[in-house]
C-alpha cells in the first residue's frame, strides 16, 4: 500500500510555527492550486476561491491539513477528539467503530463540529486503513487490540496516535516499536502526562538536582487482579451492530456479552494488559523512567510484596510500585486524595516532590514549595491537548514525539516485568538489552501470548 508522502507537510508554502522542514524545490498542493489561480486571473477568469481554500486570512488551507482517522471509538477516545478537532490544520475525516452505536455517535461529534455530514464511518478499520487520503489514525480500542491495530497502521503508510496501554504483552510492546521504526512512521504513546506542566515541573526538578541524589520513586497503580471468568452467553446480534469477531480480534475467543463491549472486559487477562497494573503504570512507571533519566533501559530487578513491587535499577535507584484500592481507601497515600489520581512522588538525599492528576505540587524543604507554579496555571493529568498537538507538530516535522516508540517500549515492558512477577510471586531479573528474563523460563513463557486469527 503506497504511503502518504511527508513531503507535503514540509512545502515551503506551508512553513508555520509548527516545526516544518523546509524542502527546496518541493511543490505543495496548495502551491499548485495557487499558480492555477494566478493563471486565471491573468485570462481574466471569472473564478472567485474562497480564502480557507488559499489557506489565506490565518486559515489553513485543506491541502496542507493533516487528515485523520480514528479507528475505536469510545469513551477515553471521544475525550481524546474533542481535544483534537479544534487544530485547525487537523482534519477528522473518517471513523472505525464495531458497535453501530459508536460509530453513530463519533460521526454526529465530528459532523457537528465541522457543520457537515462529511465524517465516512466504517465496521472494519482494514477498510479505513485502505483510503490512501488519511495521513495518521487515533487508535482508542481496547487493550487487546491497540499493537495490532497499530501495526497495521504503520504497514499502511499511517502516523499512529495509540491509547494506552500500547502492547499487551512484551513481545507486543517490541513489535510495535520495531514496525514503527522500520516502516518510519511517526508513534505517540497516549501518555499524555509527559505534556502535562505539574508533572513536567517535577521531572524537571529531579534533572536539575533540586531534589539531590535521586534515590528512590514511588508510581502508583491498581491493586492487580487476575480474572478470566465468562460472562453469561447472550444472542450474538448483526455484524453491522456489533462484529463480535472483529471485537475481539487477536484475544481468545469467547461468546458474546454486550457488557464486554459496554466496557466489562477491564480486568479480563484476555483482554487487559499486565493484571491491570498498566492502566495507571503506563503513566506512573513512565513518568518515574523519565524522571530516573532511564528512558533507553528499565529495571533489573522486581520483587513483588502484598502491597508493592519493589523494583531496582542498575545506578541503584529504588522504583516503588504502590498497589492503590479502587476506589482508595485507608490504604491511599496521604496525598492520593488531595493531589488526584495517578500520583508520583520522587525522593532524593536534599528534598521530595509528589505531584498527581489535580496539578497541585508538593515538594520538600520549603524553599523548594516556594517554587511550585502559580495555582492559576495547573491543568489535570487527563488532558490530551499538549500531547496531541506534540504528536501534529511531529508529523509535520518527522521528529520524534514526546512519547516515541522507544519511550513506550521500555516504560512499557517495565509495567510488565513488575505484573509478571506478582503473577509469579517471585523475584525477577531481567536483562534491559535482550528484554528477557534472566535463568527463569516460566517468566518469559508470559511475555508473549498466543494471538487468534480474526482476519475473515
Known amino acids: 500500500m503506497n504511503s502518504p508522502d511527508p513531503k507535503r507537510f514540509a512545502s515551503k508554502a506551508s512553513q508555520s510555527p509548527l516545526g516544518n522542514v523546509v524542502l527546496p524545490g518541493a511543490v505543495s498542493r496548495r502551491e499548485v492550486l495557487l499558480g492555477a489561480v494566478g493563471g486565471f486571473a491573468a485570462s481574466a477568469a471569472a473564478t472567485i476561491v474562497p480564502a480557507q481554500v488559499l489557506g489565506l486570512e490565518g486559515k489553513t488551507a485543506p491541502s496542507e491539513q493533516i487528515r485523520l482517522g480514528v479507528i475505536g471509538i469510545g469513551p477515553r477516545c471521544t475525550y481524546d477528539l474533542k481535544a483534537m478537532l479544534p487544530f485547525a490544520d487537523v482534519r477528522c475525516v473518517a471513523i472505525a467503530d464495531v458497535q453501530a452505536s459508536r ?91 509527559r ?28 491493586i492487580p487482579t487476575l480474572d478470566n471468568t465468562w460472562l453469561p452467553a447472550q444472542p450474538q446480534p448483526g455484524r453491522d451492530v456489533v462484529d463480535w469477531n472483529l471485537w475481539l480480534g487477536p484475544a481468545a475467543w469467547r461468546p458474546f456479552n454486550q457488557a464486554y463491549c459496554d466496557g466489562k472486559w477491564r480486568g479480563q487477562w484476555d483482554f487487559d494488559s499486565g493484571a491491570r497494573l498498566l492502566d495507571w503504570g503506563a503513566h506512573t512507571v513512565d513518568l518515574c523512567q523519565w524522571a530516573n533519566k532511564a528512558d533507553d533501559t528499565l529495571p533489573l530487578d522486581y520483587v513483588p510484596g502484598d502491597n508493592q513491587i519493589v523494583c531496582t535499577y542498575a545506578n541503584g535507584v529504588k522504583l516503588i510500585i504502590d498497589f492503590l484500592p479502587t476506589p482508595f481507601g485507608d490504604r491511599a497515600p496521604h496525598y492520593i486524595t488531595r493531589l488526584g489520581t495517578c500520583p508520583i512522588r520522587l525522593i532524593g538525599d536534599e528534598g521530595w516532590v509528589e ?28 488532558d490530551v491537548s499538549a500531547h496531541a498537538r506534540n ?17 513506550m517500549r521500555r516504560s512499557h515492558i517495565a509495567c510488565h516485568a513488575a505484573a509478571i512477577a506478582w503473577i509469579l510471586k517471585r523475584p525477577l531479573k531481567i536483562d534491559p538489552k535482550t528484554e528477557e528474563f534472566v535463568n527463569d523460563p516460566e517468566a518469559n513463557l508470559l511475555r508473549s501470548r498466543p494471538a487468534r486469527s480474526w482476519a475473515v
Open 355 to 382: 505531584t498527581g492528576d489535580e496539578g497541585e505540587i508538593v515538594a520538600h524543604p520549603e524553599a523548594l514549595q516556594s517554587q511550585v507554579p502559580d495555582a492559576s496555571k495547573r491543568v489535570r493529568g487527563l
Open 103 to 193: 460509530r453513530e455517535a463519533g460521526k454526529k461529534l465530528v459532523d457537528t463540529h465541522y457543520g457537515n455530514s462529511d465524517c465516512t464511518l466504517f465496521r472494519d478499520f482494514r477498510e479505513l486503513l485502505d483510503r490512501k487520503d488519511i495521513d495518521a489514525v487515533l487508535v482508542a480500542t481496547g487493550d487487546r487490540w491497540h499493537a495490532a491495530a497499530s501495526i497495521l497502521a504503520a504497514k499502511a503508510g499511517k502516523d499512529v496516535y495509540s491509547e494506552k496501554p500500547c502492547g499487551i504483552t512484551i513481545a507486543a510492546c517490541q513489535e510495535l516499536a520495531d514496525t514503527m521504526h522500520a516502516q518510519k512512521r511517526v508513534f505517540q504513546a497516549g501518555t499524555q502526562r
Open 391 to 407: 504528536f501534529f507538530d511531529c508529523i509535520r516535522s518527522r521528529s520524534q514525539t514526546a512519547a516515541n516508540p522507544d519511550v
Open 195 to 222: 505534556s502535562v506542566p505539574n508533572f513536567q515541573k517535577a521531572i524537571e526538578w529531579a534533572h536539575s538536582g533540586k531534589l539531590g541524589r535521586l534515590h528512590t520513586m514511588h508510581a502508583s497503580v491498581y
